[in-house]
Each structure stands twice: as structure tokens, then as C-alpha cells.
């Protein structure tokens, strides 16, 4: 075992695995954690716990997993290389394996125009691919990025990446992914997929590649409510395909949250079908309740036990 | 060449707002291809304050001038005696000329009159795009001549990030994703392998991380 998390456990006993997706609050209330906690509890082996996401403002991500932990809820901290340099973050990552913190997200993360902050410097002291990197080698090595020795205590973490395949160029997406497993990444959680047909043909392609092999992929399921938060996505967020007929089927629909809860079963049932996939990763942007609902009816719960 | 843009004209009277004589110091280096700092740019600038001056009431009066370049001692010498007659200098030089005047001439209030942005060159006839950000260790041997780290607003070295659609940034839909150009480029080169590997952590020592960075050019010391 790498770091001994119930999610290497699950993904490395060859379980189809469940990640879920918790944002900490815009103050610094532990309850509003608490709560949240409650949702997943039993429903996902793993919960990441976002790190300033799109550039707003929130509590941090690793006390926000520290106090998951202390719920009984394993986190995957995420891990962003917008707001820190090397020094913080290998600082950040012993302060979170100290924490009982098993897992990290790797990401470039949003940039800050995006946020509530478009002030702020960027740092991109390393980008998502060498910050990869650096957690394996404080794991593996035993050494910070400079080559300094970590003295016994390494932190160990499940290392974690997100991999786009619906950005550009398609046909570099597959060698990013290849990288981000030559870096170390351990786990790959995908954007959210609501084109199957260009996930199905990525996977042909990783698969072909035998990187499925190397790495656990997780496929992001973010559950819709309207067609309206499709139609948004589809025109304001880069690197998202929404194909025209899921708008249709929205607009089409008499109960829109009731529709949008049979698409994510559908498109669940079909990736779980598809070779190479491990796991899933559900993103309910603000309807984490829907996630125990959707796994229920996938068939997908109670969660498989693991010593 | 150095990028600037002029500042706003409220921002550069309010500036020289105590002072009834001024030079204004143009530049006949990159300021002048830009258009922001060159002769005429000073014949125009001058007659704006001008203008704006004598509708308050408070005429000013300006010498004009254009040195061939703001940032050598040499050239800004020759003008000691019109520096000397003024009570302050305005420069639409870029940065590096501002400085220049304000350390050869110590005595003197030099103010600037240009915001300076950035090294790049016109990619059609008046407008300027940034290309290099001076970081100090050149990676466009591997990246076909394109640089991530003044055109990517990540500084990615293994890019693109997940924001790259149909070549356009997402930070800024006025750029091309410069990792989908670099993509391009080393296709048609046959060096797509260059991309293959992680490329290692950037050593920002020779960037502007410690302060001002110097060049001797041993050869060339007198």
C-alpha cells in the first residue's frame, strides 16, 4: 500500500470505486463541513474537498479534510499550483498527512480571473504534471523537490489527477494522461462527462495505450437540474462537450430534476460497461443530496467493505 | 522591442499639476515603433496638456524633445542644459528610460507618462503582441519557437491545461492557446515527441525572483 486509504484499498482489491465531491464554505464555520459530511458518509469511499475552486475564496482545503477526517469521512485534499510555491506546498503537504489526510488532488487549478479575486498574482511556482511529481517523490525518495532528506515521517499520499478529455487537442489528451502517470499520479478523476461518445472514444484510445493498466480512472458524473446550467456550461465553460439532444431532452422534459437524475443513471450504466474505467466521481454542484438517490438506483450502494 | 501604451491624460496632468515649466522627454528607440513615445507622440501629448492647462487658467509652458534613445547616459547628457532649465521631466520613454533620466539627472522630478507592458513585436500593422517574458532560461528550443511562459497564463511547461478549446485560451478569448500552436508547430516540425516527457520544475533563479539581475559582458569591459 502507497498510503494505506480506503480508497487505494477499494481500487486495488479491483472494486468499482465512488468519489464524491464536498466544497467548503465561504467562512469559517466547521459545522457547514459537518453537514455536508453527513451526506456522504457510507455513500463514497473518498470525498474531495475542493481548494478554492474557480477562485473564490473558501476555507482551506486541507483544514476543511482535517475536519472530514474527524467525521469519519476520508478526504481527497485537493491541491491547486495557483496560490502557493513549491515551499508552501510540500509545507501544506506534511502539514496534511500530519492531519490524518491520505489522499491529494493534484490540479493547475481555475484561473483567477474567474473568481471573486481577479486582482490577485498567480504563482504557478510548478504546474499540476511537476506538482505530481514532487508528492511521489516525498513519498518514494524520502526528499523534498530540492533533494534535502525527509527525515522518517514522509508523507503518504494516494496521489491523485484530473485528466480533461474533452479539451484540445483531442489527440494530445491521451499523452497528457501518459505524462500525469510518468509523473505518479496514481488515480485520475476525468471532467465531468456528458459526451459519452468522445469519453468512449478517449478510453478506446487509453486502453489501446494500456494506461488503464497503470492508473485507476474515475469517471465525473455531475448530475444536472435544468438545461439552462447545460446550456451555461456548453457556452461559458471552456473545455466542456454537451451534446445538442441532452439540451433537447432537458427542455423536452416535464420534471427537469427527475430527468436529469435518469440521464445521470443512464450515462452511469453504460460507463460502467466501458473497459478500463474504475470508479466514478460524482460532482452535484450544490445538490449533494441527489448522490446517495443516483447510486441507489445504479445499484451501487451499500459500498463494498474493505478491511 | 519594449511594449507601451500611454497613460491617461488626467493621470499625467495631475502629475506635473505644481510645475509651470516641463520637459517632455520622448524616445527614439522601441516607443517610437509603437507609437506611444516618439517625436510625434510628444508633439501631440504636448499639445493635450497644453490645451488642457490653459482651459484651467495655468499655462505651462513645454520643451520638447526626442533623444534616440532615453536609457543611455550618452544621449540624455547632450540635453543636460534644456533638463536643467525645467522644473520637472516628464518621460514617455518606457520604464527603463524613466529610470535612466532619474538617475543621471538626481536633482530632477522625472515622472512617467507611459505605462510599459511588455518585450513582443507587431503581429499586424499597430498591434503589438507579448512574446517573451524575460524569465532568464530559454525554453523555445523545444517548444518550436513558441514560449509558454509570456504566453500561457498558467506559465504551464507541460501544458495545455483542460481550459484549451478550439485553440482558444479560456482565460482570455482574444489569445490562442499557445499549447495548441506549440502543438501544432512541433507536428508539423516532426518533434511531437519533445512533448512526451514531464518537463522538470522551472528554476526560477533566473527570473526576477532576487531582485535586479546584471549582465557583464566581460569581452566588451574597457
Known amino acids: 500500500m502507497k498510503s494505506g486509504s480506503k480508497l487505494e484499498k477499494v481500487l486495488t482489491a479491483g ?22 459530511a453527513q451526506h456522504c458518509l457510507g455513500v463514497a469511499e473518498a470525498v474531495n474537498i475542493t481548494d478554492n475552486q474557480t477562485a473564490i475564496v473558501r476555507m482551506s482545503s486541507i483544514a476543511a ?22 515551499i508552501a506546498m510540500q509545507s501544506d503537504l506534511l502539514g496534511a498527512a500530519a492531519l490524518g489526510i491520505k489522499n491529494i488532488l493534484c490540479l493547475s487549478g481555475d484561473h483567477q480571473s474567474f473568481g471573486n479575486h ?9 504546474d499540476s504534471m511537476q506538482l505530481i511529481s514532487m508528492v511521489k517523490q516525498m513519498r518514494d525518495e524520502k526528499t523534498f523537490i530540492s533533494g534535502d532528506p525527509i527525515k522518517e515521517y514522509e508523507p503518504k499520499f494516494f496521489i491523485g489527477a484530473v485528466a480533461n478529455p474533452f479539451a484540445d487537442p483531442f489527440e494530445f489528451r491521451v499523452v497528457r494522461l501518459a505524462k500525469k502517470i510518468q509523473a505518479g499520479a496514481d488515480f485520475i478523476q476525468t471532467q465531468c462527462i456528458f459526451d459519452l461518445d468522445k469519453f468512449e472514444k478517449w478510453m478506446e484510445l487509453v486502453v489501446k495505450e494500456g494506461l488503464h493498466k497503470k492508473v485507476y480512472i474515475m469517471a465525473g458524473i455531475t448530475p444536472i437540474r435544468s438545461s439552462r446550467a447545460l ?28 430527468e436529469g437524475v435518469n440521464i445521470a443513471c443512464e450515462m452511469i ?32 450502494l451499500p459500498r463494498p467493505e474493505v478491511d | 522591442m519594449i511594449v507601451a501604451d500611454r497613460k491617461p491624460l488626467q493621470e499625467i496632468l495631475e502629475y506635473i499639476k505644481d510645475y509651470k515649466k516641463i520637459m517632455l522627454m520622448g524616445c527614439g528607440g522601441c516607443v517610437t515603433v509603437c507609437f506611444s513615445g516618439g517625436a510625434k507622440a510628444v508633439e501631440l501629448l504636448a499639445s493635450q496638456i497644453k490645451m488642457a492647462r490653459k482651459e484651467q487658467g495655468n499655462d505651462i509652458e513645454i520643451i520638447e524633445c526626442t533623444p534616440t534613445r532615453q536609457c543611455e547616459y550618452e544621449f540624455l547628457e547632450e540635453l543636460k542644459k534644456d533638463v536643467e532649465s525645467v522644473e520637472a521631466v516628464l518621460s514617455i520613454a518606457c520604464g527603463v528610460g524613466v529610470q535612466a533620466m532619474a538617475v543621471h539627472f538626481p536633482e530632477m522630478h522625472t515622472v512617467p507618462g507611459l505605462n510599459t507592458k511588455f518585450m513582443g513585436y507587431p503581429v499586424e500593422h499597430a498591434l503589438w503582441e507579448e512574446k517573451c517574458a524575460g524569465c532568464g532560461d530559454c525554453v523555445l528550443e523545444w517548444t518550436g519557437g513558441l514560449c509558454p511562459i509570456s504566453r500561457c497564463a498558467k506559465k504551464l511547461l507541460n501544458g495545455p491545461c483542460g481550459g484549451s478549446a478550439d485553440g482558444v485560451c479560456e482565460v482570455n478569448k482574444d489569445n490562442e492557446c499557445v499549447w495548441q500552436l506549440i502543438y501544432d508547430r512541433l507536428k508539423k516540425l516532426g518533434k511531437l515527441e519533445n512533448l512526451n516527457q514531464v518537463r522538470k520544475p522551472k528554476d526560477w533563479r533566473t527570473s526576477t525572483n532576487a531582485g535586479q539581475r546584471r549582465i557583464k559582458f566581460e569581452e566588451a569591459m574597457l
Not at chain 1, 465561504?26 to 463541513?33: D, K, L, R, S, Y
Not at chain 1, 486582482?119 to 510548478?126: I, Q, R, S, T, W
Not at chain 1, 466542456?240 to 430534476?257: C, G, T
Open chain 1, 15 to 36: 472494486k468499482f470505486a465512488i468519489t464524491a465531491e464536498l466544497g467548503p464554505p465561504q467562512n469559517a464555520n466547521p459545522e457547514a463541513i459537518k453537514k455536508k
Open chain 1, 65 to 86: 479534510a482535517a475536519i472530514a477526517v474527524s467525521c469519519g469521512l476520508e478526504p481527497v485534499a485537493q491541491m491547486v499550483c495557483r496560490d502557493r510555491n513549491r
Open chain 1, 118 to 126: 481577479p486582482e490577485a498574482k498567480n504563482v504557478y511556482c510548478l
Open chain 1, 231 to 258: 446550456k451555461y456550461m456548453k457556452t461559458e465553460v471552456a473545455g466542456m462537450s454537451i451534446p445538442d439532444e441532452l439540451i433537447e431532452r432537458m427542455d423536452a422534459a416535464e420534471d427537469p430534476k427527475e
Open chain 1, 269 to 300: 450504466e453504460r460507463i460502467k460497461k466501458i473497459e478500463g474505467v474504475s470508479g466514478l466521481h460524482l460532482m452535484p454542484i450544490g445538490w449533494e443530496s441527489i448522490t446517495p438517490v443516483i447510486l441507489e438506483r445504479t445499484g451501487l
